[in-house]
């Protein structure tokens, strides 16, 4: 089956940049995305990318994408205590979603 | 501007009763999905469905999990005779269904099993 792989977890200072990485198997997704997900809640949203991107940029947010190395990374500017959460990447269709275990951000003052 | 609504958000059950977890789309949003999610890892699809059809089951486990998307009324995942390994979060995500719309998550029912 298709595959998503994450490293699982990042710590960061208060106003650094965070870089959380992904790596899937899944070569006929036409988007990929990232979830934020906070303890005991459900997952937001955070941005998506079309495979035939390579780059997205969203506020603080940057997506980069290399689709030969079958690579996403999601890129936080100017990391904020809020940001601490665990971050999903997934890849899949619109049947499905495969999602990564996550990566827990912590931030640090 | 209701977003995916899940009900409830606990569930305690002890062995062999049945859980039923409910799912309301978000407005306009005709497709739903249900994924489970266990301690510590990340979440697996379930099933897929449309109004009055199950799409794609290929995640749901053989026995004892069924779902429903009838025409009126919220998506419906029923687990009969439960057991301990049932214990997860589980979650619904909705999309419009257009071509590779995202989906949208709910916040889940935590299922608890005594």
């Known amino acids: 089956g298709e595959d998503v792989e994450q490293s699982l977890f990042l710590s960061v200072r208060e106003g650094d940049s965070s870089v959380i990485n992904c790596t899937y198997t899944d070569s006929s997704s036409t988007y990929l995305y990232w979830y934020k997900q906070e303890p005991g809640a459900g997952l937001q949203l955070l941005t998506y990318?079309?495979?035939?991107?390579d780059m997205k940029q969203d506020q603080r947010l940057t997506v980069l994408l290399n689709k030969k190395d079958k690579h996403l990374s999601l890129r936080i500017a100017d990391t904020q205590t809020g940001d601490s959460a665990i971050y999903f990447c997934?890849?899949?269709?619109?049947?499905?979603?495969?999602f990564g275990s996550g990566t827990q951000l912590t931030v640090l003052p | 501007n209701a977003g995916v609504m899940q009900n409830p958000r606990h569930l305690v059950r002890r062995r062999g009763q049945e859980a039923r977890l409910r799912c309301s789309p978000m407005?306009?949003?005709?497709?739903v999905y249900w994924y489970r999610q266990l301690p510590e890892e990340g979440l697996k699809f379930m099933v897929y469905?449309?109004?009055?059809?199950?799409?794609?089951e290929s995640g749901m486990p053989k026995e004892r999990f069924s779902a429903e998307f009838p025409k009126e009324g919220p998506s419906i995942l029923r687990i009969q005779q439960v057991v301990r390994g049932d214990s997860a979060a589980y979650f619904c995500a909705s999309s419009p269904g257009q071509r590779e719309q995202p989906q949208h998550f709910g916040d889940g029912t935590r299922l608890s099993i005594l």
């Open positions: 997934a890849s899949g269709s619109a049947r499905q979603l495969t």
């Open positions: 407005k306009g949003h005709s497709h």
């Open positions: 469905l449309q109004k009055e059809n199950i799409i794609d």
């Open positions: 990318i079309f495979s035939n991107m």
